[in-house]
């Protein structure tokens, strides 16, 4: 029996539902380089767009750059056999979220050489994205180095300079000058004077001078002696 116009328009309808209705959906990943560093684990997140149970898909995870299988999840099932060799027993995709349309895997221990474009796909609706993800040197942030650990010194204070030097230079001309008293008060026999009347009178001296009780000499008058 031929078929009718209505029919073959239905067929038609049909096979580009087949085909274009899996074309709808899309998968949103970050456009932004995921940053690392050395050690660090690593999730990357893939959003279907509008949300659909991923669950009984098959979901590929590829290095595109390489050409290396990252993770796959088949029959609602991750495969290990597809993988290669440097991923394997360090990727985990997380079942929870395939309900929701979401594919979050995570990558442990990143390595300098695990940079590059991920690409996730979901073969069943022809939809995938790709995100870069870049790994750097870890800092050593505990790591002692002389030229880290520094002791801090301030700065000169030019003021403090000025007023140590002046002290000090006034505690030797001060010395100096008291030397030269003294010399003097010897040559003019002052003080053995002085010395001699303690020695007679005990506190007063023959020219007019008086110690104190504590011993202070005080000179109240002295002669002029050649």
């Keep these: ?90 990727t985990t995709l997380i079942h929870e979220d395939l309900s929701r349309g979401i594919v979050t895997l995570q990558i442990s221990s990143v390595q300098l050489k695990d940079s590059g474009p991920y690409q996730c796909f979901v073969p069943g609706l022809r939809a995938g994205c790709t995100t870069v993800l870049n790994v750097v040197k870890k800092v050593q942030h505990n790591k002692t180095r002389t030229d880290d650990v520094m002791t801090t010194t301030s700065p000169p204070n030019p003021d403090a300079q000025t007023v140590n030097v002046g002290a000090v230079v006034g505690g030797v001309l001060g010395a100096v000058v008291l030397i030269i008293i003294i010399i003097v008060l010897v040559k003019r026999g002052i003080i053995r004077g002085v010395w001699r009347s303690c020695e007679e009178e005990g506190t007063g001296t023959r020219d007019g001078s008086k110690l104190t009780s504590n011993g202070v000499l005080i000179i109240q008058a002295a002669e002029n002696r050649s």
Excluded: W
């Design 1 to 90: 029996m031929p078929e009718t116009p209505a029919q073959c328009c239905e067929g038609h309808l049909a096979f580009m539902r087949l085909f274009v209705s899996p074309a709808q959906h899309h998968v949103k990943c970050p456009t932004e380089t995921i940053q690392a560093e050395e050690g660090d684990d690593v999730t990357l997140r893939f959003d279907l767009d509008p949300r659909v149970n991923l669950e009984d898909y098959t979901l590929d995870v590829r290095r595109t750059d390489l050409d290396e299988v990252v993770h796959v999840y088949r029959h609602g099932k991750d495969h290990t056999d597809p993988q290669t060799e440097r991923y394997r027993d360090r």
